[in-house]
């Protein structure tokens, strides 16, 4: 997988599909067996993909400092935190950092477990009972312990 110079979007070819042309591209070896597949979520301090790593669906979240209201270094500091959170962390209850790099100075990515079934999606689609609610708290309560 490649990432555009112009948008710092992943794309899997050498025409970009969100700026519509030719660019040139960033590469990282670690990011080289991901295939783009679609965009989950976008904003905050980056962007999230879903990629497909050989086979696993992966969630791919790049970080582009140059983006963030609260300035490079700031957002490389929250960054390298969450990096090193994850990294520590270990429980069914949270999703796993598989690996993590910098394509520039400006580009972080994170590379995570992807999980199709997200509480937000759940709670579009009904509301959660007091009894769930609490067994979930109970549940992060322990995840981060």
Not at 4 to 12: D, E, G, V, Y
Not at 39 to 57: E, H, N, Q
Not at 108 to 137: A, C, H, I, N
């Amino acid at each position: 997988m490649l990432v555009c110079t112009a948008c710092r979007r992943p794309k899997n070819q050498d025409d970009c599909p969100r700026c519509g042309g030719p660019t040139p591209s960033h590469h990282d070896a670690a990011l080289a067996p991901l295939t783009y597949v679609d965009t989950l979520r976008d904003g905050g301090f980056g962007a999230v993909f879903k990629v497909d790593d050989r086979g696993t669906p992966r969630a791919l979240k790049m970080i582009n400092l140059l983006d963030t209201e609260a300035g490079p270094t700031a957002a490389r500091s929250s960054s390298e935190r969450e990096v090193e959170a994850l990294s520590r962390l270990a429980h069914p209850h949270v999703v796993r950092a598989v690996g993590h790099g910098k394509i520039d100075e400006h580009l972080f990515w994170l590379l995570l477990e992807y999980v199709p079934d997200t509480l937000e999606k759940r709670q579009r689609e009904r509301r959660l009972s007091l009894q769930e609610t609490s067994q979930l708290g109970v549940e992060l309560a322990e995840a981060v312990a």
